[in-house]
């Protein structure tokens, strides 16, 4: 496998208003060398890196000038679309098959009752809050293995990932975490790049949903944790299915808004937006997109978390301690991954059985039954 460095497709990029394409796609005879998939200690798998073309793709298109929608405490620039379709549906299919997922399961109390909680969707999450930073990739090959985790402040080494100790940690700052904080990997770390520079604002954290079918959802809640921050802003891409995306004022009750949202579509969502309206994915009964029914959808929003809790809500919420799922294409859906730990095997064979109840009085419950506001779990 070439040793092209990954820090190479990395470069920041310079926020421009050029509608122009600002690479050259490769001649025939001059495809670039793939670039290797990203490993690192924290992840299930290695993650394959964008393949260069469909990376020069996602890269030179010419996007129109975003729109702009304004209601009362709303603020969202809606770029339609942000990514060609083709290109797109190339992302989304390449996504879903190299993404490590998760269908966290998760309890909550109420009073004296404990629920269980079934994250109605997939879901996964790369990142670190602004303590923290990881240390860059290896100069020569851009490999990611040594990264490790240091204190924004002192430069010092939080956490160095070892391959041969379990994916839990030790540090202070994380013990909340149910994982070790992971890098971007380098499909996802690209995407971001180009959406910062597109809307001049800057993430540390890619959280990635995955709606297998018209009955995955996202109930109502705002992305207003104290932890991102004041009036944070999110952005939000929207690949595969078409779903829409509803809203509603957090008071007045006569204000709602209902976008639905495509193959390719950006929102930046900012201001008051999440303090003051909620947003979901409702479950439809049917979904038609094209010739498409009942397909599958990715949200991926990129984040700034700004204090140590929110790494450990994250990873606790998107990732959780359940098993690893990925894409089987012979089979058209998520399998549980084969090549995980007995640990993990066992906790996999825990969650999918019935004897999940913790108490006499628990029951079971899906996300979308209930509305979670303030907190997106
Ligand atoms: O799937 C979407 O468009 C919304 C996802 C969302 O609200 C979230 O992840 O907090
Ligand atoms: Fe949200």
Redesign the pocket.
């Known amino acids: 496998m070439s040793k092209r460095p990954i820090s190479s497709f990395f470069t920041k990029l310079p926020p421009t208003s050029s509608k122009k394409p600002r690479l050259t796609p490769p001649s025939q005879d001059e495809s670039p060398d793939p670039t290797p998939p990203t490993t690192h200690p924290s992840y299930p798998h290695p993650i394959s890196s964008l393949p260069p073309p469909l990376l020069t793709l996602l890269d030179t298109y010419a996007r129109p000038t975003p729109r702009s929608i304004t209601k009362t405490d709303l603020e969202i620039t809606f770029h339609q679309p942000f990514f060609p379709q083709p290109t797109a549906k190339s992302l989304y299919c390449f996504l879903r098959s190299n993404l490590p997922f998760y269908r966290v399961t998760y309890t909550i109390k109420r009073g004296d009752f404990e629920t269980i909680v079934k994250t109605p969707r997939y879901t996964t999450v790369f990142g670190v809050d602004d303590h923290s930073y990881f240390s860059p990739a290896d100069k020569d090959t851009g490999a990611y293995d040594n990264i490790s985790l240091l204190n924004r402040k002192t430069d010092k080494t939080l956490l160095s990932y070892d391959n041969n100790t379990k994916n839990t940690n030790n540090n202070e700052r994380y013990k909340s975490c149910v994982c070790r904080p992971r890098p971007i990997p380098q499909c996802l770390e690209v995407l971001k790049n180009i959406v910062e520079r597109e809307s001049g604002e800057t993430f540390n954290f890619v959280?990635v949903?995955y709606y297998a079918d018209c009955g995955d959802s996202?109930t109502y809640?705002s992305?207003d944790e104290s932890f991102l921050g004041p009036n944070p802003t999110i952005a939000?891409l929207?690949l595969g299915t078409t779903r829409d995306?509803l809203m509603k004022h957090k008071e007045d009750k006569s204000l709602t808004l209902k976008l639905p949202?495509s193959n390719g579509e950006l929102i930046v969502m900012k201001g008051p937006t999440q303090r003051k309206w909620l947003?979901s994915?409702p479950k439809r009964s049917q979904t038609v997109t094209g010739g498409w029914t009942n397909g599958g959808r990715i949200?991926i929003?990129f984040r700034k978390g700004m204090e140590i809790a929110c790494t450990g809500n994250y990873y606790k919420y998107n990732v959780g301690s359940g098993p690893v799922y990925r894409w089987d294409d012979g089979k058209s859906e998520m399998v549980v991954y084969e090549g995980e730990t007995k640990d993990t095997k066992e906790i996999s064979a825990i969650a999918s059985g019935s004897g999940i109840v913790r108490n006499g009085e628990g029951k079971e419950m899906s996300e979308g039954s209930g509305i979670v506001s303030g907190e997106?779990k």
């Open positions: 959280l949903n996202i809640h992305d939000s929207s995306f949202l947003h994915i949200n929003t997106r």
